[in-house]
């Protein structure tokens, strides 16, 4: 992941992660006489416009939420969304200050919605009959996409820029969590699997383990493990000639281990009984674990650095400009 992976996906948890929430609620707004709830600096919002931006999110709820304690939650869900109201109408007030403000272009809009409709693979007339079944318009939808580059690029500005990552963080982190980038011992394995008969007692478990030494015999006098595994075998991979491809140490039965991971390569095991029925394996490959250099992984480790770093300089930002504001919810 690259810093600017890392930065959009940061920026897409602080900005539309009240959508998450809101999910868990309904809401349902009675008819009342407008008035101010929300005041930002010199900046009102009324109880109507506050209500029309809740609105899309109110229907995902109605569409979503099944459970009977819906007012305690819809109250928590508009707390939370009038929080993030207010930090949204702050970042857009630093934005437009005179000594360095950020405009957004309209053809820039229109560049980053026509690359969101390519990935969806859709088109413009399916993207506004979808927006319409959740309550919006494309008016609305090309408004939140210049908001959200608004404040992309002011967070770049004003918090990205400030976050620095040192090598040696680089190196402590790889050092503390080696484990994660250690790749595990494999083996690529062909199997022939005879299973037990439902229910089998002592005598049926021994006729199949001499049916599998049998197999095992004729292999080794020279017929094919394949050809072999393709007609006797009732294991998913028979079709396959009983190639299920790698397995990594740790994923496999017990029993299946050891053999696979002792077994020399090209040689035909032992029968291996098992609580399923008898395999007979061959391994063809083996690759060892190992663990992935530092110059491998260091820009991996740099993005999450940079993540966790970004989390907590956006919060003293937003917190600090908070606190220079005046502001008062009335809601």
Do not use: C
């Amino acid at each position: 992941m690259t810093k600017e992976e890392g930065f959009v996906k940061f920026s897409n948890k602080i900005f539309l992660g009240v959508l998450g929430a809101v999910l868990f609620a309904a809401i349902s707004v009675a008819e009342v006489i407008d008035r101010i709830v929300i005041v930002v600096n010199e900046e009102i919002v009324t109880l109507s416009e506050f209500n029309a931006a809740f609105a899309p999110y109110a229907k995902n709820i109605k569409d979503n939420y099944k459970g009977q304690d819906i007012e305690a939650v819809i109250e928590q869900a508009r707390r939370m969304f009038a929080r993030q109201y207010v930090d949204n109408i702050l970042i857009q007030q630093e934005a437009k200050k005179s000594h360095s403000p950020i405009v957004i272009k309209d053809e820039e809009v229109e560049a980053v919605l026509k690359d969101m409709l390519q990935k969806r693979n859709t088109n413009m007339d399916d993207f506004v009959r979808s927006l319409a079944k959740e309550g919006k318009t494309l008016e609305a939808a090309k408004k939140d996409i210049k908001n959200q580059m608004t404040r992309m690029r002011l967070l770049r500005r004003e918090v990205q820029s400030r976050i620095i990552v040192s090598e040696e963080e680089i190196g402590e982190y790889y050092n503390k969590h080696r484990e994660e980038y250690e790749g595990k011992e494999a083996a690529h394995v062909k199997v022939i699997l005879l299973k037990y008969p439902s229910r089998a007692g002592k005598e049926a478990r021994a006729k199949v383990k001499n049916d599998a030494n049998n197999l095992r015999r004729r292999i080794l006098a020279g017929e094919h493990f394949e050809q072999i595994a393709a007609k006797y075998s009732q294991g998913a991979a028979a079709a396959q000639g009983g190639d299920i491809g790698f397995i990594e140490r740790g994923v496999i039965i017990p029993e299946l281990e050891r053999v696979i991971f002792n077994l020399p390569l090209g040689k035909v095991s032992e029968a291996v009984e098992t609580s399923e029925g008898v395999y007979l394996v061959v391994v063809l490959d083996k690759r060892g674990a190992s663990v992935k250099p530092l110059e491998v992984v260091r820009q991996e480790i740099k993005a999450k650095l940079e993540e966790e770093k970004l989390e907590k300089k956006y919060e003293e930002w937003i917190n600090s400009v908070r606190k220079k504001a005046h502001i008062d919810v009335r809601l």
